[in-house]
Each structure stands twice: as structure tokens, then as C-alpha cells.
């Protein structure tokens, strides 16, 4: 498999312009790769697209918005990047290696904050990077490497869930048992959150959402 097989799907959230940082830094190193912006409002005038990248319209909803980026895409292998995400070489070394030699199932990065928040969201990155090595929950956050074939297996993301969609998904994709891989190299994404609403704030609602999503899923799982 090559990196033209691949599809990056982007969810912007409205009045949001992180995004344009990542495509220019996705275009200095993938321009061969097809890129899927899913915004929920109409493309910005004031930007000139490079030719591999689209954007779409989508209602609000970052499941919603991911499906939509996941029907429309033309690759064989989905990469869910978050809009204010920052990319490097590693990143893209790795992730061509992957495609060349893996096994269907869905592949991530490990997580670092900017220094745009506090300090101390180096120890939620910590965490974040503990739980997805020691228990394979990785967050969207952490760039989703989904194969086309598991993700319309698993229906994508559910769309009725206002948050946790990308827990659910993990927890579905581990009970189908398909492969889920951490692989070298770290993405970096914006810690503005904890700097808005407070680091004690965040870090313990992200717990606890963490915890109730996780068994929530599982409950779902048993009742079908």
C-alpha cells in the first residue's frame, strides 16, 4: 500500500482557523495524498487551496463531520487529523512505513500538548500516552490510521454522541479485535482548553468523561 491510497479527513469546527497551519504543513510533505476538510460552514474566500485538498460542508458535529470526510474519501486508509494539530517528519516516516506493512485495524501517535497552556498538561500527555500503550484507548486527538474496510465494518463513528466518539469507536474496534497500533513518533496539539477553563477543571472532567464514556460503550457493546 502506498501513501496515495491514503485519505486525510479534517473536522473544523465553525469560525475555527487552526486548520490552515496543518494543511500547509500536510502539503509540504504529502501534496500526492488527498485531503478532506469538513467544515460546517461555507469555504473561506481568502485562502487558495492547494489542488489536493477539498473542503466540504457538513452540519455541525465532529462524528457527523468524520463520516461525511469517510464517504466522500477516495483512499483505502482514513488518517483523522484534528484541525489544530502540528505534524514533523517522524510523523510522516512513520506513517509511511505503516502503510507499507501493517495489518487492517487502526494505528495512532503518541500525544504532546503545545505551549499554549499550562505546564502541567505535560502529565496529561503522560497519561493520555500510559492509557493508549497500557490499555489501547487512544483519543481522536492522537491522529486515527483507520483502514476503509474496518471502518465501514464498524458503521463509523456514532453520530449520536455529542462527545466520546472516538472512545466508542476504540472500545468496538478492541471488542471486534482488530489490531490497534501505537506508532513511533508524537503529535503535537494545542493546550488552549486547559489555559481557558483551568487545568484542575479540565484534567478532572477529562477523567471522569474518560471513565463514563469507556463503560458506557461497553454497555452498548452488550446489548447488541
Known amino acids: 500500500m502506498q501513501r496515495s491510497d ?12 487552526t486548520w490552515k497551519l496543518v494543511i500547509t504543513e500536510l502539503e509540504s510533505c504529502l501534496s500526492e495524498v488527498e485531503i478532506l ?26 462524528a457527523l463531520q468524520m463520516n461525511t470526510g469517510a464517504r466522500l474519501a477516495r483512499g483505502s486508509v482514513f488518517w483523522f487529523v484534528h484541525a489544530d494539530t502540528r505534524l514533523n517528519a517522524r510523523i510522516i516516516e512513520s506513517l509511511t512505513g505503516y502503510l507499507k506493512h501493517h495489518t487492517p485495524g487502526i494505528a495512532f501517535f503518541k500525544l504532546r500538548f503545545a505551549d499554549d497552556g499550562p505546564l502541567l ?30 471502518f465501514e465494518q464498524l458503521h463509523g463513528f456514532d ?5 466520546g466518539e472516538d472512545l466508542d469507536f476504540i472500545v468496538r474496534l478492541n471488542a471486534s479485535g482488530f489490531q ?35 463503560y458506557q460503550a461497553k454497555q452498548r457493546l452488550k446489548l447488541t
Open 37 to 62: 476538510i469538513i467544515g460546517c460552514e461555507a469555504a473561506p474566500q481568502d485562502f487558495v487551496f492547494p489542488a489536493n485538498v477539498r473542503w466540504q460542508t457538513s452540519r455541525q458535529g465532529r
Open 121 to 150: 498538561t505535560r502529565l496529561n500527555a503522560w497519561m493520555a500516552n500510559v492509557r493508549s500503550s497500557l490499555f489501547k484507548l487512544p483519543f481522536g486527538d492522537q491522529g486515527f490510521v483507520i483502514d476503509k474496510s474496518v
Open 6 to 17: 491514503l485519505s486525510i479527513i479534517i473536522p473544523v469546527a465553525c469560525q475555527d482557523t
Open 159 to 163: 453520530e449520536t454522541l455529542r462527545i
Open 180 to 214: 490497534n497500533t501505537q506508532l513511533p513518533g508524537t503529535l503535537k496539539t494545542s493546550a488552549r482548553r486547559y489555559r481557558q477553563q483551568g487545568w484542575v477543571n479540565t484534567t478532572l472532567r477529562h477523567l471522569w468523561l474518560t471513565c463514563q464514556l469507556t
